[in-house]
């Protein structure tokens, strides 16, 4: 991709992994065609919104589900955990119908609002809450604190890692998400996915500007796994251990 975005016009068709010669003209008709600056930063602001808002609401149901008993606790459980494996298409039409009644068509809360109940994030956090001392729960309700502040000021601070490795994961699954958010924002280039899809029409597409904007895309991406490479190395180990 990021060979094709700076190899010169003339040689589009050249298959070489290594261009032999490099040119930025592709870059800078991207630049200028669309505005990507300004949708890179509503596509940061979007996925930064979601990525908070799923894991908000899951460190409240896996906080519920680790902390207390009670009847048919598994099954409902089960039955969070399943809506995980229930297929894209199927919720699709019905999410579409409902968003467009509330008037969020071609606005960024029309992309957020349907996914923020997030089953992975729950899942995970409810296996890293299954092993939480309960001693310091219990010293925690002796001090008076309610089961609220003892989620905020004992629970949270000593998950920390945990969090971040989860808040990076949803961060670059909702930077990644392409078609919910090409089916809400169809007359709107507030994202850089929409960006990308501009490239693309009936009467021919433009491959080395589709590359080019998927490079100046994926650089926020490329920028935390560089700086937060860790976390998000983490963040994939977590997510397969119990």
Same mark, same amino acid.
């Given at each position: ?26 870059? &800078? ?17 979007? %996925? ?5 808002? &799923? ?17 048919? &606790? ?33 606005? *960024? ?13 729950? +899942?995970?956090?409810? &296996? ?11 010293? %925690? ?30 961060? *670059? ?10 089916? *809400? ?25 589709? +590359? ?8 926020? *991406? ?12 983490? %963040? ?7």
């Amino acid at each position: 991709m990021f060979v094709h975005a700076f190899r010169p016009a003339r040689s589009g068709a050249s298959t070489s992994p290594f261009p032999v010669s490099f040119s930025i003209r592709k870059l &800078q008709y991207v630049w200028d065609t669309i505005p990507i600056l300004g949708m890179l930063v509503n596509t940061f602001g979007m %996925a930064l919104g979601l990525a908070l808002g &799923q894991l908000f609401i899951a460190i409240l149901a896996a906080y519920g589900f680790a902390r207390w008993s009670f009847r048919g &606790q598994k099954v409902i459980y089960l039955l969070f955990i399943g809506s995980w494996l229930v297929p894209f298409q199927v919720t699709m039409i019905p999410n579409y119908v409902r968003i467009s009644e509330m008037g969020l068509m071609n606005n *960024i809360m029309g992309v957020i609002v349907p996914q923020l109940a997030a089953a992975f994030a729950v +899942m995970m956090l409810k &296996q890293h809450l299954d092993s939480f001392p309960r001693e310091l729960l219990d010293a %925690a309700d002796m001090d008076g604190r309610g089961s609220w502040r003892s989620l905020w000021e004992v629970v949270v601070p000593n998950l920390r890692p945990a969090l971040a490795a989860l808040a990076i994961m949803l961060f *670059i699954n909702a930077w990644n998400e392409y078609l919910w958010p090409s089916l *809400i924002m169809q007359q709107s280039n507030e994202i850089i996915q929409i960006g990308v899809r501009s490239f693309l029409g009936a009467e021919g597409n433009n491959w080395g500007a589709v +590359m080019a904007a998927s490079a100046l895309a994926c650089l926020p *991406i490329f920028l935390i796994y560089i700086f937060l490479q860790r976390y998000v190395v983490d %963040a994939f180990v977590r997510s397969g251990l119990k």
